[in-house]
């Protein structure tokens, strides 16, 4: 067909949905078909995501919709109901079934569900060179004939197979009622009840017919299906019980079950009729693995290994570009843009607006895009190799007793280094109610950035106890997880908890591509939504600071009336004045903000002029300390010991700084008081960028408002405990 | 006896799925229905979940999930 011909073929792309089972290469098919094409958003309404992507074939377009993983079209999760939705409403023309060639009979079961819908199908059996080496041999032939759709065999990870699925898609859009897939007969009784009730649709409510897929509609009302009762609100009382008499008198009354059981048969009739296997099933690779993944003794050190290994990379490899991001924008850029604004006689406030509101915002945002790149890689290795299903195999128990899921452990874990990230990685839970309750157990676990603020003082007060003090934050964050976990169960999310039931699909090697291209659509994700809040927030911020504009004094700007206004909230807690208040409000952009904003307000810091060095040093300076962090990175990946997100050195200045802070709040705190400073550090609100990482999530405030409300109260109340009880005790 | 009864390595044949709501549909969805043979293959390190090959494949599921399913040894 010529690209000239404008026609209205032309202009109208042929929309395909893309449905299959979890685990069935869903994911790297797309990628593979639609590359950088690929446009990653949310189904509108709820945080799962949605993958969509148009583009060209033979002068045709074509646009993909990625239907969530799903088993089933019964709505029992929430990406059941979108793909059934979905296919439903928006009657795409072409279905693609992606097919796990290696696992067919309960593949099938699915497809036999997408069959009902009579839309032309074609059934991508993918995997297809994992089962050829099984020695499975399927008839794609006889499975065409059966089901009345197009089988073609792919193996999406070597994009093999892909320009006979383009070319299918095109043929059957072409031809929609000449590709319609067969009528599978589910038995006389269920087909003659069927038929009673689609008889009284098309008299009771004949504006049903034209809306609903007329087999369908039939089978999901037999069902009594509350989504379509609901949905459609069609009387069921009389007519349903008339229908489904003699079938209820033939194989009992649970017609769902029974509904099951015809299309199991279905999809076991054509798995026995297509498939041969070899007569000796060898032991698969994945049940060797898992003889020692999943072993009785070696299974928790294992998983605890493979742990380690996610948090030091995503932390450790990205460590040294953040570190990088943060040295460029705040040298460098602020130098020039600073040199600019002086060339053209601009206001001083105007320079402190671009580099200390406008640069630092930005350069905020980009230093956590290492991290979030990192995390999301590892994070996709995970799950598109098969282990993702174990760990949460082998932590289920031990997370199921504070509410949570076996997969809430690589959230809480990554929580270590960053919050940011681990928020993000609440994305590996399927349930809403599991991802919540993880989302908002989080914050407890103690970042990286509340590190720089338990060293100062921890520095000050306990030299000598360092370690056993430090050790104590982190312990009390976890314990209170745990209380916080099992309080939040029995309130906020009592009723029954989420199933667990759940595939473990073998292990297979993620492609490459697939996990650059989905790294890099959720990096991107992050860098535009995020992004914009936190810049607006930092901008904002720097008004707190500095206006009224020329404040001398700290204690009379915006920031240190607000911090006197809390001050008497605080007094309990042993640190009641507007210095440690107002230290806590900037320490919510980022905790280590805390020790920043101390160090102004304490420390008169004597703001020496440095030589400012020339355009080409800083080019210099650019790109040789950028070739120091790739180096430092792929050093961090071989070094087994330090985490160096933690441990990155500091230059003399700033431990000048740190010592004279150090001097200063000790005539300002005691021991005891200093204790509960840093505990409430640990425990008061997330920082900003994780609220916004958090609203990102879940589409909403809700779960942010509940973090701060139960931290703040928390923190509170942990910090009045120590000071209080530690004064009766007589320290302090 | 129940399907969480069962020790690795022993093969049942389900003769009842008592459980009911969401439970039994995301079951049924998974296969595990009337008739259908099921080998549990490995307990979690802790005790619990279970994993168990059905239909070829393997499941994971909790052992309160599991205790509503009626089994009967068959080896």
Redesign the interface.
């Known amino acids: 067909m010529s690209v000239q011909t404008v026609g209205s073929q032309e202009v109208r792309a042929i929309t395909v949905a893309v449905a299959g089972n979890p685990n069935a290469g869903k994911s790297t098919l797309i990628n593979a078909i639609a590359g950088t094409r690929l446009h990653v958003g949310n189904w509108p309404g709820v945080t799962v995501e949605k993958k969509e992507a148009v583009f060209e074939y033979g002068g045709r377009k074509i646009k993909l919709v990625d239907l969530p993983g799903t088993?089933?079209l019964?709505p029992?999760t929430q990406e059941e109901i979108i793909a059934r939705d979905y296919l439903v409403h928006e009657k795409p023309e072409v279905i693609i079934d992606v097919v796990d060639a290696t696992?067919l009979?309960?593949n099938l079961?699915l497809t036999v569900q997408l069959v009902e819908l009579d839309i032309p199908m074609i059934i991508a059996l993918n995997i297809h060179d994992e089962a050829e080496k099984k020695g499975y041999r399927i008839d794609a032939k006889a499975m065409e004939r059966m089901l009345g759709v197009r089988v073609i065999p792919t193996v999406a990870t070597k994009e093999l197979g892909l320009a006979d699925l383009l070319k299918a898609i095109v043929e059957l859009a072409d031809n929609p009622a000449g590709h319609l897939p067969k009528r599978l007969h589910y038995g006389e009784d269920i087909e003659s009840a069927a038929q009673a009730v689609s008889a009284k649709i098309i008299d009771g409510s004949p504006s049903l017919t034209g809306k609903y897929p007329a087999r369908w509609l039939a089978y999901k009302l037999l069902e009594s299906d509350d989504h379509v009762l609901r949905e459609t609100t069609v009387d069921n009382s009389g007519f349903l019980e008339e229908a489904t008499r003699h079938l209820r008198k033939a194989h009992g009354d649970d017609i769902?079950?029974i509904m099951?059981?015809a299309r199991?048969a279905q999809a076991s009739g054509v798995t026995h009729e297509v498939l041969k296997k070899p007569e000796f099933r060898k032991t698969e690779v994945?049940e060797k693995i898992?003889g020692i993944v999943?072993?009785?003794?070696l299974?928790?050190p294992i998983f605890f290994a493979a742990m380690w290994l996610v948090f030091k990379f995503t932390f450790d490899v990205s460590a040294p570009f953040a570190e990088w991001i943060h040295t460029m924008t705040d040298g460098p850029f602020k130098r020039w843009v600073a040199v600019m604004l002086g060339f053209i006689h601009a206001p001083p406030w105007t320079v402190s607006l671009a580099t200390d509101g406008v640069i630092a915002g930005v350069g905020f945002v980009i230093v956590f895009v290492p991290v979030i790149f990192a995390m999301m890689f590892f994070i996709t290795f995970l799950e598109g190799s098969g282990y993702m299903?174990r760990a949460a195999?082998?932590?289920?128990?031990?997370m199921?007793a504070m509410g949570l899921h076996?997969k809430s452990f690589i959230p809480m874990l990554l929580g270590f280094g960053c919050n940011v990230p681990a928020v993000y990685a609440t994305r590996t839970l399927e349930n809403p109610r599991d991802k919540a309750l993880t989302a908002l157990l989080i914050p407890l676990m103690s970042c990286g950035a509340r590190l720089p603020v338990y060293v100062v003082f921890i520095g000050a007060f306990f030299p000598s106890h360092a370690g056993t003090i430090l050790w104590s934050l982190y312990v009390m964050g976890i314990v209170l997880a745990v209380v916080m976990g099992i309080i939040f169960k029995r309130t906020l999310f009592r009723g029954e908890s989420p199933?667990?039931?759940?595939?473990?699909?073998?292990y297979r090697l993620p492609s490459f591509k697939s996990l650059m291209i989905h790294t890099w659509e959720k990096g991107k994700h992050f860098l535009i939504k995020a992004g914009t809040y936190i810049f607006a927030v930092s901008i904002l911020v720097w008004f707190l600071l500095n206006l009224p504009w020329g404040v001398e004094n700290k204690k009379d700007s915006y920031l240190g009336k607000t911090g006197q206004i809390i001050a008497p909230v605080l007094a309990p807690l042993g640190f009641g004045n507007w210095e440690a208040s107002s230290s806590l409000i900037s320490g919510l952009i980022a905790k280590e903000i805390v020790v920043g904003t101390m160090g102004e307000i304490y420390v008169q810091k004597a703001k020496e002029k440095k030589e400012t060095p020339t355009l080409s040093e800083d080019l210099k300076e650019i790109g040789t300390s950028f070739g120091d962090a790739a180096r430092e990175s792929l050093a961090n990946v071989f070094s087994t010991f330090g985490i160096a997100s933690i441990s990155s050195e500091e230059s003399a200045e700033e431990t000048g700084e740190r010592a004279s802070l150090r001097t200063v709040i000790k005539g300002q705190f005691t021991p005891l008081s200093a204790y509960a400073f840093i505990t409430f550090v640990l425990l008061y609100m997330p920082c900003v960028v994780v609220a916004i990482a958090m609203r990102q999530e879940f589409g909403t405030w809700k779960w942010f408002g509940v973090a701060f409300v139960y931290q703040m109260a928390l923190a509170w109340v942990v910090a009045f405990a120590i000071y209080q009880g530690g004064r009766l005790l007589g320290i302090g | 006896m129940d399907m969480s009864m069962l020790k690795p390595g022993e093969i049942g044949k389900i003769t009842k799925v008592g459980a009911i709501g969401p439970l039994k549909r995301r079951l049924m969805d998974m296969g595990v229905l009337v008739g259908e043979e099921v080998k549990v293959e490995k307990i979690a390190p802790l005790g619990d979940p279970i994993e168990v090959t059905i239909k070829n494949y393997k499941l994971s599921l909790r052992k309160k999930e599991a205790e509503g399913i009626a089994v009967e040894v068959i080896r």
Do not use: K
């Open positions: 088993y089933s019964s029992y696992n009979e309960r079961y769902e079950s099951a059981d199991y994945t898992d999943l072993n009785r003794f299974g928790i299903a195999f082998v932590m289920d128990r031990a199921h076996g199933l667990f039931i759940m595939e473990l699909p073998p």
